[in-house]
Nanobody
Framework: QVQLVESGGGLVQPGGSLRLSCAAS????????MSWYRQAPGKERELVAA??????????NYADSVKGRFTISRDNAKNTVYLQMNSLKPEDTAIYYC?????????????WGQGTQVTVSS
């Protein structure tokens, strides 16, 4: 029932831009904090950007490596979270994952997307 469907990945030249989308269904999207993670070959999965739920006033946070280049946003009416990626570098090449999380009385409720490949190369 729960789905996080990602789109927008692909091949782009250094300095280019991509916009990733993650469409959510099967849960109350507006109640969940949303984030993007990425994992490059041979490296640990790392947090790229996060945005809080409505109760958190939509606050955002970014990894130092993408600060000023990437922007996370959400549209609760469309159950979608976005990652606008500008000034892309080869080191941004990774599989990007959409992630949803909410605190409950029994602990965290969380869901992962399937991942989408982003390749930055000339």
């Amino acid at each position: 029932q729960v789905q996080l469907v990602e789109s927008g990945g692909g091949l782009v030249q250094p300095g280019g831009s991509l916009r990733l989308s993650c469409a959510a269904s099967g849960f109350t999207f507006s109640s969940y904090a949303m984030s993007w993670y990425r994992q490059a070959p041979g490296k640990e999965r790392e947090l790229v950007a996060a945005i809080t739920s409505a109760s958190g006033s939509g606050s955002t946070n970014y990894a130092d490596s993408v600060k000023g280049r990437f922007t996370i946003s959400r549209d609760n009416a469309k159950n979608t979270v976005y990652l606008q990626m500008n000034s892309l570098k080869p080191e941004d090449t990774a599989i990007y994952y959409c992630y949803a999380r909410r605190w409950t009385t029994t602990g965290w409720s969380d869901y992962w997307g399937q991942g989408t490949q982003v390749t930055v190369s000339s």
